[in-house]
């Protein structure tokens, strides 16, 4: 198992334990850093809204330094601001059983971070070498 860098991970939500929260309409983002042993809440981030600013740019500067997002929703325009503010914006739809959990959630980001096997958006911003563009170039 390789180490990353740590990331940093915003959560839209209402409570601190669920990911029940929409981009545009959260009161609080709940920021963790995530590395590949452990994770941790680092701060409570209010959602306010500043008079003469748009409010999807606002919140995306807010989670500036973030590199994803978990939301339970998040509109089209807000999701390209978000991407354009090089945040990776995730939903998790709620299920049978409820909302899913900032813990939850944590627990499968190190699970597949430990793993090794990294979609390359993730890979690329762990830190880790792109094993694939490294092979190709290899070859020619």
Avoid at 2 to 7: C, D, H, Y
Avoid at 110 to 119: F, G, H, N, V
Wanted: glycine share 6%; net charge negative; with cysteine.
């Amino acid at each position: 198992m390789t180490s990353i860098q740590p990331l940093l991970i915003a959560f839209a939500s209402t409570d601190g334990l669920n990911v029940d929260g929409h981009f545009g309409s959260c009161a609080r983002f709940y920021i963790y850093r995530i590395d590949t042993d452990d994770y941790q809440e680092v701060e409570v981030r209010e959602a306010s809204s500043e008079r003469g600013i748009e409010k999807n740019a606002l919140r995306a500067q807010i989670i500036a330094d973030c590199h994803l997002l978990f939301c339970e929703s998040i509109g089209g325009p807000a999701a390209a601001r978000v991407i354009r503010s090089g945040i990776y914006p995730m939903k998790c739809k709620p299920s049978k059983e409820g909302h899913a959990t900032i813990d939850a959630q944590l627990i499968l980001l190190k699970t597949r971070i430990q793993s090794d096997s990294l979609p390359p958006w993730l890979r690329k911003l762990t830190g880790q070498a792109d094993e694939l563009n490294h092979h190709f170039q290899a070859l020619s």
